[in-house]
């Protein structure tokens, strides 16, 4: 059965997933690359980004876990692109290269509409501008009975949950402190909405946790 999931989602100490003043020469915002410092020396990400080498154990699991198992994504328009507002043109095609590390079809939420981007590797952003229902029923079928994969960002993530349509959440807690960012719970009582521990490790660079309903 398919499961709404958020995986590899790094947040800071003080609970933000991102910095501030997110931008084209800043993607994450302002220090936002400390988040995901736990992943980089991973045998995963080293692959994706093809290197070889990387190391094993519990920081690798998790984040080989973080893009294993999904038929489908879906991305807040942040994540996608710095471009806000209407789309000047067709140019801006993701942060990623011309093979983004999603190899399925990735349903981006927008107010502006856009047709589909065939990328190599299998990846097609697919642009949804009727809300984040409308996305998820889309990513479902689409994910022909694998999971879906709520992408982010911190913003994206908050409406899912909010809507009680994310079924399990892993974050990663890295020792960093921000100050101020993209806020990942803040204003969100997780037990009201039936959210509760099942799992928790901790390494030497990270927290991890996963929150289960």
Do not use: C
Not at 32 to 38: F, K, N, S, T
Not at 105 to 134: K, N, Q, S, W, Y
Not at 139 to 166: C, E, F, H, N, S
Request: net charge negative; charged share 20%; glycine share 14%.
């Amino acid at each position: 059965m398919t499961k709404v999931r958020v995986a590899g989602f790094s947040i800071s100490l003080d609970g933000f997933g991102a910095g501030p003043e997110q931008r084209l020469e800043n993607p994450l915002g302002k220090r936002g690359e400390e988040l995901h410092e736990w992943m980089f020396g991973t045998r995963m990400f080293r692959a994706m980004i093809g290197q070889d080498g990387g190391s094993d154990g519990v920081d690798q699991a998790y984040a080989h876990r973080s893009m294993d198992g999904f038929g489908a994504f879906i991305l807040g328009r942040n994540m996608f692109g710095p471009i806000r507002g209407s789309w000047p043109d067709e140019s801006w095609t993701g942060w990623w290269g011309d093979n983004p590390p999603y190899h399925a079809p990735t349903f981006v939420l927008t107010h502006h509409p856009r047709d589909p981007i065939e990328m190599d590797g299998g990846t097609t952003f697919i642009f949804v501008t009727e809300g984040i229902e409308a996305a998820l029923q889309k990513a479902r079928l689409a994910a022909q009975g694998r999971d879906v994969k709520i992408g982010g960002g911190a913003a994206t993530v908050r409406q899912y949950l909010l809507a009680g349509l994310i079924d399990e959440l892993h974050v990663a807690l890295s020792p960093v402190v921000l100050g101020q960012g993209e806020a990942m719970f803040a204003g969100i009582d997780l037990p009201a909405l039936g959210y509760r521990v099942t799992e928790h490790q901790a390494t030497d660079h990270a927290t991890h946790i996963v929150l289960s309903r």
